[in-house]
């Protein structure tokens, strides 16, 4: 078995090196941001049409219609070939996003009566939580700051009558995910020219 002796600073290079290929491959990212930033905004604008239209009862509903962005982020990320997205940080991104959602999904759809008004802080916050760790993995502080965007929207929240509560799912849905997606997105191109 061959070991090489490697300095301080050759360790310190060969680390950093590893860490900004994983932020570099996980960059693809900018993909899911940008198509879930939209669903949400176009969510929530139309949940908060049916409820100035008095019709509350259908804007939950509405939010079945986030199924859609789930499968096809996916399939989007089921595709990408392993050995261009496999490594520790984007595994650990995946796994995180994957359990937030799932959250997501369970209490959106199985503690909707229990939560009542609560329910769009919770989620919020829990969406916030994640965006910070995405954000501190992937050195990006226009994620971070979409994490405590969201996180201060979700607290606000809770003082907002339900009528304009969707309305911060549209907040969120730009400024936090699309907008930061779009980062990404750029970041990526300017990469590869």
């Known amino acids: 078995m061959n070991e090489t002796e490697f300095s301080p600073h050759d360790s310190l290079a060969v680390i950093t090196k590893m860490i900004e290929e994983a932020r570099y491959r996980y960059q693809d990212n900018g ?4 198509l879930w930033g939209i669903s949400l905004a176009l969510v929530g604008i139309i ?3 049916l409820n100035m239209m008095n019709l509350p009862a259908l804007g939950g509903i509405v939010y079945t219609l986030l199924i859609v962005p789930g499968i096809l982020t996916g399939v989007y990320y089921s595709r990408i070939p392993k050995s261009k997205g496999s490594n520790v940080l984007s595994r650990i991104m995946k796994w995180i996003w994957i359990a937030i959602t799932i959250n997501l999904f369970i ?8 939560l009542g008004y609560n329910l769009t802080p919770v989620m919020l916050i829990i969406q916030g939580f994640g965006l910070l760790l995405s954000g501190y993995a992937l050195g990006n ?3 971070l700051g979409a994490g405590i965007f969201t996180q201060a929207l979700g607290y606000v929240a809770f003082f907002l009558p339900n ?3 969707p309305l911060v799912f549209v907040a969120v849905g730009i400024v936090a995910l699309l907008l930061p997606g779009l980062d990404l997105n750029r970041k990526k191109k300017k990469n590869h020219v």
């Open 47 to 49: 949940h908060f049409v």
């Open 31 to 34: 993909v899911a941001f940008i």
């Open 107 to 114: 209490l959106g759809f199985g503690f909707f009566f229990k």
């Open 141 to 143: 502080r226009y994620l």
């Open 163 to 165: 009528t304009f509560q």
